[in-house]
């Protein structure tokens, strides 16, 4: 009977064993530091030159009457007086948050109708290309089809007023109809991305819960009610504050579709308005204080949105 011998390991002793935990390997540990510098570098230093610079100089800007030349002169909050009695910033303002409120909630709920239809489909990627194309198209060639589509004598204006028998409406021209044309719009170039978030939220619905509320007599209504939608409330809470931040920042579809904000200003939006001071007049202090408005609003939106989270949002335990 052969004896099998367990070779015995070398002993460690406690003080080598804190000198090993306390001070390990400092050739790999810098290499490992050196490849992450390395890695990280060109996305920190972008973040630095493109984003945070520039922000800390707008932001000392709007202090300031600097139109360009010389030297900074401070005024201190006169630009921010400025805008509050600006009537208009305050349109500016109106017309942003009245893009915000349409858009959003529209294109969310055409999303979720239209990621729920697509997953019920076999060919899903077809569809889903489908429907991401206005995404990666250049949203001024956007702006430009819908241009032309939206023009008085265009496809659009010429089948309502064929279907209606009606004038056609001027939807570029008309001051109560241009904000709806820029809504519209905003909605149909957006729909793409959030069906593809909504699609792949829908993944983590389970199959076997969905059959069980059918074989329960649940229909289709009440199961996407109870059980969709709270099981989507995550991908739902957390494209709603990517569209609210994305729909106040509205302003390559308004350049290139209504030209100069429109009839009476009435598509002019916060970030045209920066654009119209700083760029065209070259009035950057006053500029850079819209700016910084542009930004309390989305933080202060976005707060508001955290703060009713609890109030809808379902996680999984």
Not at 67 to 73: A, E, H, K, Q, R
Not at 78 to 86: A, E, G, H, L, P
Not at 169 to 174: S, T
Not at 252 to 268: H, Q, S, W
Request: aromatic share 12%.
């Amino acid at each position: 009977m052969s004896v099998v011998t367990r070779k015995e390991e070398p002993k460690v002793s406690s003080s080598q064993s804190r000198a090993f935990v306390s001070n390990p390997d400092p050739r790999w540990r810098k290499r490992d530091r050196a490849w992450a510098a390395f890695f990280l570098a060109p996305q920190a230093i972008g973040i630095l030159l493109f984003t945070i610079l520039p922000f800390g100089f707008a932001f000392i800007l709007s202090f300031t009457d600097w139109n360009g030349f010389g030297p900074l002169n401070f005024i201190g909050f006169d630009n921010f007086k400025n805008q509050v009695s600006d009537p208009l910033f305050l349109r500016a303002v109106i017309n942003t948050l009245a893009i915000a409120i349409v858009t959003v909630p529209i294109g969310l709920f055409l999303a979720i109708v239209v990621a729920v239809l697509i997953n019920k489909l076999k060919r899903k990627t077809f569809y889903m290309i489908l429907f991401f194309a206005p995404v990666v198209t250049s949203s001024v060639a956007v702006a430009l089809i819908w241009q032309q589509l939206l023009r008085q004598d265009g496809l659009i204006s010429s089948a309502i007023a064929a279907i209606f028998n009606i004038a056609p409406p001027d939807w570029l021209g008309d001051p109560k109809l241009t904000l709806l044309a820029v809504c519209a719009v905003t909605i149909w170039s957006s729909l793409g991305l959030n069906v593809v978030i909504f699609q792949a939220g829908l993944q983590n619905v389970s199959p076997s819960v969905l059959e069980a509320a059918l074989i329960d007599g649940a229909s289709s209504f009440r199961t996407f009610r109870s059980i969709v939608l709270p099981m989507l409330s995550p991908t739902i809470f957390f494209q709603s504050v990517i569209a609210f931040i994305s729909s106040l920042q509205t302003f390559d579809i308004v350049f290139v579709l209504v030209k100069n904000a429109g009839p009476e200003n009435a598509t002019r939006t916060i970030v045209y308005h920066i654009y119209d001071l700083g760029i065209q007049k070259g009035q950057f202090g006053v500029s850079s204080a819209a700016a910084i408005f542009l930004m309390l609003l989305a933080v202060v939106i976005t707060i508001i949105q955290f703060g009713f989270e609890k109030k809808w949002v379902h996680y999984e335990r």
